[in-house]
């Protein structure tokens, strides 16, 4: 089968999506952003569970640096590899795991700050932070 690589739009062609140029300059931009990503969260971590007293303000950092790097290293890395691809070569289970993941953090990161508008006091607390000293 061939592929059609243009759009018709009220008689007019137009170019196709995947230029050379952004096949390159978006994955690149996204490699730094992963980079960078990774460094920072990874030494959020590092910090607060190496030198930290472990209070629930900086438990709730770390779970959130956590989820960050999660989402950094799954999300953003397969979408930086689709997208230098014009069509999806990952597999038909890569492509259904990458889109529950999309839609995990999308309402992990919608609800857990409505959670923690109840969380208001110590003897409000559904896990101990201290455990993790």
Avoid at 20 to 44: D, K, M, Q
Avoid at 127 to 132: E, K, N, V
Wanted: a negative charge; aromatic letters at 12%; one cysteine or more.
């Amino acid at each position: 089968m061939e592929r059609n690589d243009t759009a018709v739009f009220n008689g007019t062609t137009l170019p196709p999506f995947f230029h050379e140029e952004y096949t390159i300059l978006i994955p690149s931009i996204w490699a730094v952003i992963i980079i960078v990503g990774c460094i920072g969260n990874g030494l959020v971590i590092y910090t607060l569970c190496k030198n930290g007293e472990m209070t629930p303000t900086n438990c709730y950092v770390v779970n959130l640096a956590a989820a960050d790097l999660t989402f950094i290293i799954v999300v953003v890395t397969i979408s930086a590899i689709a997208f230098g691809m014009p069509d999806w070569a990952l597999g038909d289970p890569m492509c259904k795991i990458s889109v529950y993941m999309i839609y995990c953090f999308g309402i992990v990161r919608a609800i857990f700050p409505l959670f923690l508008v109840l969380w208001d006091s110590e003897s409000d607390l559904p896990f101990d932070c201290s455990a993790l000293e």
